[in-house]
């Protein structure tokens, strides 16, 4: 007989950024579509996010970095997601800083070429700013699915947060437990970021 499909595990790193809002859903729209979902909040984003609903709705604690890990040790991530990116983080992560347990996990992710996709969160004047657009195409470069910036103004039109969702459930179309977005699964994923804007 042969054995049963784990359900693919998506890691969830969530930076303080007003359209966080958008986590209950996006999460929901992820569990949906068969992922478990672990999240783990930036320093900056711990005090501003609901840990116990969000712990609730995934079913596993919210990961923070002063946690001990065999306290609430983490799966090995078939995916990840950035959801959203601060400016912060966006531009640490592109230069390959690790000072915080989300941005350790992503540039392992990167390193080993595991699939990612970021939703950029941040007021319009910054993300305009050299340094951040620099790093944004630093990191498609390197094989992240980007979407298109997610503003505080457009919480209410939430196309980034599905233009996440749909480049994850391209990902869950090709496998149970998704690989390294090569060939037809990065250029469909890419193809989703660029509709988003």
Not at 70 to 94: E, Y
Request: net charge negative; aromatic share 6%.
């Amino acid at each position: 007989m042969p054995g049963k499909l784990r359900s693919p595990v998506l890691h969830l790193v969530v930076c303080h950024a007003e359209p966080a809002v958008e986590l209950g859903p996006f999460i929901t729209a992820c569990q949906e579509l068969r992922w478990e979902v672990h999240l783990i909040a930036t320093p900056d984003a711990v005090d501003s996010i609901d840990r116990d609903g969000l712990a609730d709705l995934t079913h596993h604690p919210v990961r923070e970095d002063d946690q001990p890990e065999t306290l609430h040790p983490l799966p090995p991530a078939d995916a990840f997601a950035v959801v959203p990116a601060s400016f912060d983080l966006v531009n640490k992560w592109a230069y390959g800083l690790n000072d915080n347990l989300g941005l350790r996990l992503l540039n392992e992710a990167i390193a080993v070429g595991l699939p990612v996709v970021a939703v950029p969160a941040t007021d319009p004047a910054l993300a305009r700013h050299p340094a951040f657009m620099e790093s944004l195409e630093r990191l498609r470069h390197w094989g992240v699915t980007v979407t298109r910036p997610a503003e505080p103004s457009e919480v209410a039109d939430p196309v980034p947060w599905h233009a996440a969702v749909q480049v994850i459930s391209a990902w869950t179309r090709f496998a149970r437990v998704p690989g390294q977005p090569t060939g037809e699964r990065q250029r469909t994923a890419d193809n989703l970021a660029r509709q988003s804007g």
